[in-house]
């Protein structure tokens, strides 16, 4: 390649990657829509109990004072499988990015070959008249070549820019998704984790009562024995211990049934997994609500409908873009030659440069409706993030709600509990006097043990409306553990990270 010939592929190469550089990005630029956000929530005179600011950010669960719960969140990270499951295609999502942005950049290929070439048959050999030999050999070459070839599509509209635009904001979503599920599995480990305790506890209060009704069976064998009470009392007594002892078997089924699936979040084989029982927590802590307005940025689920809106609109750009020409630079520079020895020297060398503009000038209408459905799909997006955003708001007002009302029933039932008791107490000193049937005996115990299983559920659903009120808050969670784009395009954090 001659010295001039090198200015002229070098200021051709120049001129491209001005032209790159100054290029313009079509398309809109994207602006998160407005969401309908309330000043307050409804439930505003709601009192917090025991607030754990100090809490490890992210441990939400900290606030419930249990280290076997702590222990068996931390293990959704290591060995939950959805978990897993997420965190790679999250890692695929980047991988897509580093796709596109290859896009930018020349691609280069070098190659090497020889090729063997001649004219005519096989060597020959003659004899002359005169005693002479001519021997006539074929003219066979052997071409012997290596080159570089490059090509080069520079991004004049914006559509690679567009492209790793919406390919970035579809990964910020990917680990969006992933924080949601990773705080999906958390609360359903808690909730499944209490519902554990609620079934242990139930157990207890049981195995309470077959004691006190084995008692009862006896004070009515004594009466019958004594002559003041009939064989139905102890029928009944009996009857009445049966199914309580019934009841309390059954509960094995249901703690069996959390048991396994708590194994199953954390990873691991039911055969291989068991929780020891342990009395049902009382304390009920609630994680303040904060401004409403901070809810779009504390809810996974919400910041990913938002990524999807920031990918859909680079996705008009994208399509905007073909409504422009295409240059593409292509060159190629190499030696051949018959000699390998002296191949790569310059009078071998041999070089092209070239560029092509292509413009589509008629397709029926398909580019326009690209674009309209490109708009369409980005308004379908708006749509989903405003639903979104007011979902995130009612399930805030249904779990304030609940632990509200809940604490106000608690307040009550603990006080018919403390009733039920004191009457049961009375009414069976009544029939050891023998001022009343052993139905009334009956009746009270009953009316004792129902109201001890409905404080037991008033408390098991306060706690799981605190679990549910942190999960619909975000956990802890907030927009900025999003990954960067700078974060993205140097291969990501690791998805656990955030």
Not at 368 to 382: C, I, L, M
Request: glycine content about 8%; hydrophobic content about 45%; proline content about 4%.
């Amino acid at each position: 390649m001659t010295t001039q010939n090198r200015k002229h592929l070098a200021a051709a190469i120049a001129l491209a990657a001005a032209a790159s550089v100054t290029a313009c990005t079509v398309g809109p630029d994207y602006q998160r829509p407005a969401a309908i956000v309330p000043a307050d929530y409804k439930e505003d005179g709601w009192k917090v109990g025991q607030p754990n600011d100090a809490a490890e950010r992210g441990a939400w669960w900290a606030i419930y004072s249990d280290p076997v719960l702590d222990g068996l969140e931390r293990e959704i990270d290591i060995s939950n499988q959805n978990i897993k499951s997420f965190a790679a295609t999250y890692r695929q999502a980047v991988a897509v990015v580093s796709e596109a942005r290859s896009a930018f950049y020349p691609t280069l290929s070098v190659s090497a070959g020889a090729q063997r070439s001649g004219q005519g048959g096989a060597q020959a050999t003659a004899v002359t008249g005169t005693g002479g030999v001519v021997r006539a050999s074929s003219n066979n070459k052997t071409l012997y070549n290596l080159t570089g070839d490059a090509s080069w599509t520079p991004d004049l509209w914006g559509r690679i820019r567009r492209t790793v635009e919406s390919d970035v904001a579809n990964a910020q979503l990917d680990a969006a998704d992933l924080a949601n599920a990773r705080l999906s599995a958390q609360a359903q480990l808690a909730a499944a984790y209490f519902n554990l305790r609620a079934a242990d506890e139930l157990k207890r209060i049981l195995d309470a009562s077959v004691v006190a009704f084995t008692q009862s069976l006896q004070i009515a064998r004594n009466q019958q024995a004594a002559g003041v009470a009939g064989l139905a009392d102890v029928i009944t007594a009996k009857t009445q211990l049966e199914t309580t002892q019934a009841q309390d078997i059954a509960v094995g089924v249901q703690r069996a049934q959390f048991e396994h699936a708590i194994a199953v979040l954390v990873g691991k084989p039911p055969s291989e997994f068991s929780i020891e029982p342990e009395p049902m927590p009382t304390g009920v802590p609630v994680t303040p609500p904060g401004v409403p307005s901070s809810l779009l940025e504390r809810r996974p689920d919400i910041a990913a409908a938002e990524r999807q809106m920031a990918a859909t609109n680079a996705q008009i750009g994208i399509v905007v873009a073909s409504f422009y020409p295409d240059l593409t630079l292509t060159g190629s520079a190499g030696f051949d030659g018959f000699a390998l020895g002296s191949l790569v020297q310059a009078s071998n060398a041999v070089w092209s440069v070239g560029a092509q503009l292509a413009q589509t000038v008629f397709e029926g209408g398909l580019r326009t409706a690209q674009v309209e459905a490109a708009r369409a799909g980005f308004d379908q997006s708006v749509a989903l993030y405003r639903q979104a955003v007011l979902t995130g708001f009612q399930q805030v007002e249904d779990e304030l709600a609940a632990l509200r009302i809940l604490a106000q029933q608690a307040e009550i039932q603990a006080a018919a509990v403390r009733d039920a008791r004191e009457a049961e107490r009375l009414t069976l000193n009544q029939y050891k006097a023998g001022t009343v049937p052993y139905t009334s005996v009956i009746t009270a115990q009953q009316t004792a043990l129902q109201n001890e299983q409905t404080a037991l559920t008033v408390l098991q659903n306060r706690l799981i409306a605190s679990v549910a009120l942190v999960q619909v808050l975000g956990g802890g969670w907030d927009t900025s553990q999003l990954p960067t784009v700078d974060q993205i395009k140097d291969a990501g954090p690791s998805p656990l990270n955030f």
